[in-house]
């Protein structure tokens, strides 16, 4: 009998921490991580009668969820003859709970980054400007004064040909050209090269277990031991809530 209380007030604490857990579910899937459900009020289009028909919802979703859970496993204790139902629900309850505690470790990361002053550096525009050196923009005008100069000179006959003005030009311009593509591509490296910090410092912002089974993964699969680790962190995540959320439906099963 005393087993007995202990599997009743188990039971009941289960259905708390699945009602929660469902709560999480349903308003990240209708309002999105409530961090930031303030940011409702600051649409003009939004009501506070409308935001709170939308959470009323939400409650309602995890409280049926929940029940329909708590009830059929109590049943499933007596009768065992609903595999089925069983599958589905825990199929779902394996995923409502993936899906709310991933959205939670997503909230978590970001919310670190904004107090990381590095991390923000890297968000912020740059004022790169891409153009040719004032020299070289002196010479290719003297060469084009030059060359117009000797056309001119050239259709009154008082010159041969311009054929060394038009190939100095040319070879200004070109060396112009060149300079303008060195430019463009050390300018997208050094974007490139922000975006992998970012990234980087993005994943790190997860727990250490989380970052560790996505070194793993990258290990596993041959990317690596640099940041490769980085393109792994969802699956390191998921792999991470999985196991946490397999662990909950058979400590409440049993």
């Known amino acids: 009998m005393s087993h007995n209380r202990q599997y009743k007030g188990l039971l009941a604490l289960a259905m708390i921490v699945t009602l929660i857990s469902y ?5 990240h899937l209708k309002l999105g991580n409530p961090l930031y459900w303030g940011e409702y009020f600051n649409k003009g289009e939004v009501t506070i009668v409308s935001f709170w028909f939308m959470l009323f919802s939400v409650i ?23 595999a089925g139902v069983m599958v589905t629900l825990i199929g779902f309850a394996l995923l409502a709970e993936m899906f709310a505690a991933l959205e939670d470790q997503k909230a978590k990361a970001d919310i670190q980054l904004e107090g ?60 112009q050209n060149v300079s303008l593509k060195a430019q463009v591509e050390a300018t997208k490296e050094t974007e490139q090269m922000r975006y992998d910090r ?10 250490d277990f989380i970052v560790g089974i996505a070194k793993f993964y990258a290990g596993i699969f041959g990317a690596g031991a640099g940041n490769e680790y980085v393109g792994f962190i969802s699956w390191a995540n998921i792999t991470m809530m999985l196991i946490i959320a397999i662990a909950f439906e058979r400590l409440h099963a049993f």
Request: with cysteine; proline share 2%.
């Open 23 to 27: 709560l999480f579910f349903s308003g």
């Open 60 to 82: 309602l979703l995890g409280v049926f969820l929940a029940w329909v859970k708590h009830f059929a496993y109590s049943h499933f204790t007596t009768y065992r003859a609903i």
């Open 116 to 175: 990381n002053a590095a991390y923000q550096a890297t968000i912020q525009p740059t004022t790169s400007s891409i153009g040719a050196s004032p020299a070289l923009s002196g010479d290719i005008a003297a060469a084009s004064q030059r060359l117009a100069r000797c056309q001119q000179n050239l259709a009154a006959g008082r010159e041969k040909h311009c054929e060394g003005d038009k190939a100095k030009l040319a070879a200004l311009e070109k060396q």
């Open 198 to 207: 970012q990234d980087k410092m993005k994943a790190d912002a997860h727990n």
